[in-house]
């Protein structure tokens, strides 16, 4: 079961979408609303969902005409970062001027207890399925990191999944690690989307295929997948981290870190199309604009 949130006139509707793509629309106005209506009904957020859709009619429309919206506004939106070995090599090609021999820091910080995180957006940058993403004007080489997104109430706890884009300027991050807030965050810079899957019917988090297509004047010009299996640590460890002496607001995004790097020639263009796919999630398209 996953929940969207599509856009009906002025308002922006909250819907559940069954594994069939039938969308029912819920009541509550948006999805921390409903995990607070199931904490108050003594069950869990799938429970509440499916007694609301039981003997209800879904909604005549095609979920894939829907004009969907960023399934939550979240307040926050954190990411982790060297997470999987294809991030640590390209990070190092990064720092090093393209020497993979090269010892940085970013195979120390691969291979310590303590896991790389970083603030990455808040919900006024974070922009949902079908929207822009903006490219820094003062960068030549920027690219999406696809990746898996945890949904996480105040306790720290995983309610559901959803797809992240952390957009990000591999010249500015490669030129000094101090400068990673400006090489993650601008305006626009975060894609979330295009639905949560809930925790109760996410089978297996390390089993999920990743794809990243990217499109330029309708040709796709990237196409990569990799498995969340390649993940080099667990999904708890992260939050936990994350929480350690820290306040988490109601519906927090972390973004688990990417597992796929477009090759390293390839910088985006205002206009490129790009999709990410998680298995049992959904895609999440955006077009890049200029900032
Ligand atoms: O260390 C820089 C950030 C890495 C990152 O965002 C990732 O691995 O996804
Ligand atoms: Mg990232």
Redesign the pocket.
Known sequence: MRIIRFVEGDARVLAALTDENQVYPLPDSDFMTLVRRADREGCSVLEAVNRQIAGAVPSDKDFGSLALAAPIDAPEVW??????LR?KEA?NYEATGGRLDASTF?DKVYDAERP?L?MKSTAARTVGPGGDVCLRSDSSWQVP?P?LALVLDGGGGIIGYTIGN?M?CRDI?GENPLY?PQA?IWRQSCSIGPAIRLADTMSDPYKLTITCRIFRDGEKVVEESASTGQLKRKLDELVAYLAKDNILFDGTVL?T??CIVPPNQFTLAPGDRIEIDITGIGTLTNTAVSA
């Open positions: 990411a982790a970062g060297v997470t999987y991030s990070r970013y790389e970083f990191e990746e952390d990000s991050e990673l993650k973004l870190g990417t």
